[in-house]
């Protein structure tokens, strides 16, 4: 794997975590393989710490994907299995079906009796 540089960022309040690194890698596929093998080898302990990985996304994009909060919220609720895909798509399952939104009004309660929003489990 290349990396191009990396650092720490500085903060003053840690809350127990680990202080965040940032690299920048010089191939895509370093990249991909980062956080596909720190879900393979899970968990990542330093000392006694729990190491976690997560994507660096847009401002954008990271609001798009806060606008599901609410409705991932109310799917769990109900026991209906959902995972946002990248970058900001909801994907839902209610038993074998599977349904893509690329938008919270799509998955939102609307006059579609079909919407995440308005199906129970088992339905």
């Not at 994507?55 to 994009?61: C, F, L, P, R, V």
């Not at 599977?98 to 609307?110: K, T, Y």
Request: aromatic share 10%; net charge positive.
């Amino acid at each position: 794997m290349d990396l191009e540089r990396g650092h720490r960022i500085y903060s003053e309040n840690h809350n127990g975590y680990p202080r965040t690194v940032i690299f920048k890698c010089l191939r895509y596929s370093s990249r991909v393989a980062i956080p596909r093998e720190a879900l393979r080898v899970r968990p990542i302990m330093y000392a006694v710490k729990l190491l976690r990985f997560f994507a660096d996304y847009s401002k954008h994009t990271v609001q798009r994907r806060k606008s599901f909060n609410e409705v991932r919220y109310k799917l769990n609720k109900k026991g209906i299995t959902n995972f946002l895909l990248h970058p900001a798509t909801l994907k839902v399952t209610i038993g074998k079906e599977i349904m893509l939104f690329s938008s919270v009004e799509e998955a939102g309660p609307n006059d579609r009796a079909d919407t995440p929003m308005t199906t129970s489990p088992g339905e």
